[in-house]
């Protein structure tokens, strides 16, 4: 690292003003094509997306989570990841909101999670759409990568 970065970094280091309220960027809706099937005039339509918040994950990871007693070990934690990702992915996305009436009329399906696996059923679309909302919100971020943009 050059010296003209470091006393860039020290400037900001100083200012937490970045992190008060109405200073920083709220999330913004994202766009992606999750799968080419979807068409309306022959065009693709997108999947439209939105990060949510980190309280709102720890309540699903929360829900997700569930503890079981073993012989000989006691309580035990046991995380179902999968239907977790898949919660992050419904919770996430605002277009189509898979929690719908008319999906879970449609799809005769209480569940959001069964509704999305039945609209992406080929394969790769269900993964691609997880992929996508996990990345929305952050978790496709490597850490060097951010410093490495921390420094420019």
Do not use: H
């Not at 309220?21 to 709220?26: K, S």
């Not at 439209?48 to 994950?57: G, P, V, W």
């Not at 269900?126 to 992929?131: A, L, V």
């Amino acid at each position: 690292m050059n010296k003209n970065n470091d006393n860039n970094l020290e400037q900001f280091v100083q200012d937490i003003s970045i992190f008060m309220p109405g200073n920083y960027e709220e999330p913004q809706e994202m766009t992606a094509v999750i799968s080419k099937r979807f068409k309306k005039n022959n065009e693709v339509i997108p999947f439209i997306f939105k990060a949510i918040s980190t309280d709102r994950i720890d309540e699903l990871e929360k829900d997700c989570t569930t503890f079981k007693n073993k012989k000989g070990v006691g309580r035990v934690k046991d995380f179902d990841a999968a239907r977790f990702s898949a919660r992050i992915a419904v919770e996430t996305t605002v277009y189509p909101n898979f929690k719908s009436k008319e999906f879970t009329s449609a799809y005769k399906s209480p569940d959001p999670i069964d509704i999305a696996k039945t609209v992406l059923s080929v394969g790769g679309e269900y993964t691609n759409w997880i992929n996508k909302a996990m990345e929305v919100n952050g978790f496709d971020e490597d850490l060097d990568e951010l410093q490495e943009l921390a420094k420019n």
